[in-house]
């Protein structure tokens, strides 16, 4: 019979030791433990649906995530679990809050759920878990999507777009009396060299960008030279570049902002001398 271990890790930490708390049925497996409430909160505040974006909860336990989101923001929600009784408890729960057309739940491995098409996909389950679906993340979601985690991260590789921390009274698993929230966006393809035309402003553009999941570095350099790029940001499509050079004898600063479709990038450019500022159309083509 398969019984809770709570596992003490002491994990060593920079400037000291750092005692921390994971939990697992003794066969590896996540086992039933609720989000409280406002952490479900918390979870569906930074995944912020949109009315009609489909959520799919993976090991969604007694229905809260996917029900809450049906409730609070019209999102046609999926939840699926390995226990047959907690999909049952689950859709009853739905039936009760009155949101069952917009909350499913089905018995099924979450290894085996197709994700294309989901817009959240939310989950409280265990770090190593979480390292093995990462591949199928990138696999089956579009850019855009939100990823969101309560507790644990995806591990060093893909760092996570925005954490929160909450203290939880009645967190009794995991890390203790408190809950992290973890949100990742899943990126456009941004990597390669894009070209694009600012007559009367440097000409032509050429912008060299390497890509490590949502991180990015850039370079940016016109005709009559190189430009300082001293910002970037990729968040689902969009991209910005904050970059900074010389020209026609003043120094400028540039905003670029745009989506990223494919081999094109549209959006607009910012440009300001310190005196005067003004928008352009930017687009971009990837070489
Ligand atoms: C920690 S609970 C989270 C429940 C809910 N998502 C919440 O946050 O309140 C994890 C759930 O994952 C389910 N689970 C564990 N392994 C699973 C698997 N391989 N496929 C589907 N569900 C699984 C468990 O039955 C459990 O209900």
Redesign the pocket.
Known sequence: MRTLATVILALAAAGGALAQQAWAWDDG???????PPE??DR?LHLAAPKKGERLI?????????VIEAAKRFGAPGL?????PK?VELARENARRAGVEALAKFEV??????DLRGARVV????LPE?NRQLLPRLFEQLQPGARVVS?DYDMGPDWVFDEMMELKVAEKLVGPTGRSRIFLWVMPANARGTWVSDIPGHGGKWTFTIAQHYQVIEAEATVPAGGMAVRGTRLRGEEIRLAVVGTLNGKPWNHLFRGIVSGARIDGELRLSDGEHSRTLPWTANRQ
């Open positions: 497996t996540t086992p039933f433990v609720v989000s952490v479900v979870m909860d993976l090991g969604s336990g007694d229905g809260r995530i939840g699926v679990d390995i226990d907690l099924r491995d979450l290894f085996e759920t939310t989950m409280y389950l878990v309560h």
